[in-house]
């Protein structure tokens, strides 16, 4: 997001690519991004993570180095790096306090850019740290809502809760009907294009999970039996053990190698 005035600018989830086959990372969709931020002259300020995601390696640390931008995150990002902790088994060096990152956001703060102001919005039940962004007329709502015709997002992660996301959605429909909620993800059937966003009346009256006719309690039920069958992402191992390090690799061992941990018949079902 770029303030139109001052060309200062925000950039929300960056993704370092990574190849699971091989295990190696590179920078170049991070690298066009900040070609283009070079090219034309806009300042980036804020780094903004809306959780720890488990599908994907931010590319966040990377930017740091290029860039001086703050990275913000939610400040319930704590409680997922203490769950991971104990799941990856993390020594006493790695802190839970949420020092890997420049601030730590909670409800109604907000973040000034340029001439835009963003407001912080709690919206839980995906993970516990979850956060959605609101500037202007858009709202940057992380892995709460896909499309319409795709639903809603998974809460089976550790201190997911499908009630919590019931109540997220409520809250960010109550933003008003024409905002435009930006997906993380779009998966389109056969016959439509990727969309970035759709507006909060489109999800309000088409969305298969959380419509406005569908009860907590409908909801809850449905999400957890669909929970129940789903296997977990392919990158959650590598990138929940970056993410929560904000990014930061680990220090190499002593033959000069970078090793991450893979937790045998601990994740999923």
Same mark, same amino acid.
Not at 154 to 164: I, L, V
């Given at each position: 997001m770029i303030c139109q005035k001052t060309n200062d600018a925000v950039l929300i989830d960056p993704v370092l690519d990574y190849n699971t086959n091989s295990a190696r990372t590179s920078t170049k969709f991070t690298d066009d991004i900040l070609s283009y931020l070079t090219n034309s002259s806009i300042n980036l300020r804020y780094i903004l993570e809306t959780h720890v995601h488990a599908d994907h390696i931010t590319s966040a640390d990377y930017i740091k180095d290029k860039i001086n931008a703050e990275l913000v995150i939610g400040e319930k990002v704590v409680s997922v790096q203490e769950t991971f902790k104990s799941i990856f088994n993390l020594g006493d060096h790695f802190k839970t306090d949420g020092s890997q990152f420049d601030k730590l956001l909670k409800e109604s703060d907000t973040i000034i850019f340029g001439e835009c102001e963003i407001i912080a919005l709690n919206t839980p039940g995906h993970t516990d740290d979850s956060m959605s962004y609101c500037i202007g007329e =858009?709202?940057? %709502? /992380?892995?709460?809502?896909?499309? @319409? $015709?795709?639903? =809603?997002?998974?809460? $089976?992660? @550790?201190? /997911? *809760?499908?009630? &919590?996301?019931? $109540? =997220?959605? #409520?809250? %960010?429909? #109550?933003? /008003?009907? *024409? &905002? &435009?909620?930006y997906l993380c993800h779009d998966y389109p059937p056969e016959g439509r294009l990727p969309q970035p966003y759709f507006l909060s009346k489109v999800q309000q009256s088409e969305n298969i999970h959380l419509n406005s006719g569908i009860s907590k309690e409908a909801f809850t039920q449905l999400r957890n039996t669909r929970d129940e069958n789903l296997n977990q992402p392919k990158l959650i191992i590598p990138s929940i053990q970056l993410n929560i390090e904000a990014g930061q690799l680990p220090t190499p061992d002593s033959n000069g190698i970078i090793y991450l941990k893979t937790p045998i018949n601990v994740l999923g079902h």
């Open positions: =858009s709202v940057f %709502i /992380g892995d709460t809502l896909f499309s @319409p $015709d795709y639903g =809603s997002a998974r809460c $089976d992660f @550790p201190a /997911g *809760n499908a009630e &919590k996301l019931y $109540d =997220s959605v #409520q809250k %960010i429909y #109550q933003l /008003g009907e *024409n &905002k &435009k909620l």
